[in-house]
């Protein structure tokens, strides 16, 4: 059963990893509004949940003082995304691609890039913790 | 997130139930799988029919039994994979190194 829908399109999450459950739903509620066909809404929720674990594992590091804050808006045809975090943020040069060869086999690293390949856009600002902005269009 | 072994001759089938997002239930996986391979299985089955998703830390958790598995000399497949978890081995291009197989009896056939 998905969360219900805050009126100003936000969502206040503390930092463990059963949250993302109720980010899936809301993800899939929300694109599927957009008219996003089912397919597109389910990579988009596949996306929102990488980046609402990036913020969790890596930004807050299951911290239970600090939230993970998830804005969410969708008009015919568009989808967008916020994820906020209270961490101290990355050096996004040190990302690697996680497709290469010597690469293919690490354990970790893929989350940005599935996100990237998912969405149409993807922004990072590292001003005051680190915020995902990420939208996608049918 | 629930992780139970059978045993169908010499291959370990390994039936996970929930959700694979990574933190300290990935590690029951991991440790299953590990204590398997101690006791000197090397055939592996790992069946996903209970996992509707995974998320790039559950397929962290997948990487490392594969690796371990492999250094084990030994051969791991995959069956029951839901579109969406197949859909990110498409984007991840992992296509290419997990062996999935649409249902249980199939995986374990192709090790005879």
Known sequence: ?138 | MKVKTQMEGDVAVVHVSGKLMGGPESDQLRNEVKRLIDEGTNKFVIDLHGVPWINSTGLGALMSVYTSVQRSEGSLKLCNVSDRIQSLFMITKLLTIFDTYPSEKDAVGAFK
């Open chain 1, 1 to 138: 059963m998905p969360e219900p829908r805050d009126a100003n399109g936000r969502l206040v999450l503390p930092s463990v990893l059963s949250e993302l459950e109720k980010v899936d739903g809301l993800a899939l509620e929300c694109a599927k509004e957009a008219g996003l066909p089912e397919q597109e809404a389910m990579m988009v929720a596949i996306a929102v949940i990488e980046a609402v674990t990036n913020a969790i594992v890596h930004g807050n590091r299951f911290s239970p003082d600090r939230s993970v804050v998830v804005e969410y808006g969708c008009e015919p045809g568009c989808v967008r995304f916020t994820v906020h975090d209270e961490g101290e943020g990355f050096d996004l040069s040190c990302v690697w691609d996680p497709t290469s060869p010597d690469r293919q086999m690490e354990c970790s690293g893929r989350g940005i890039y599935i996100m990237r390949e998912v969405m149409d856009s993807v922004e990072f600002d590292m001003t005051d913790g680190t915020t995902v902005t990420m939208s996608k269009t049918t």
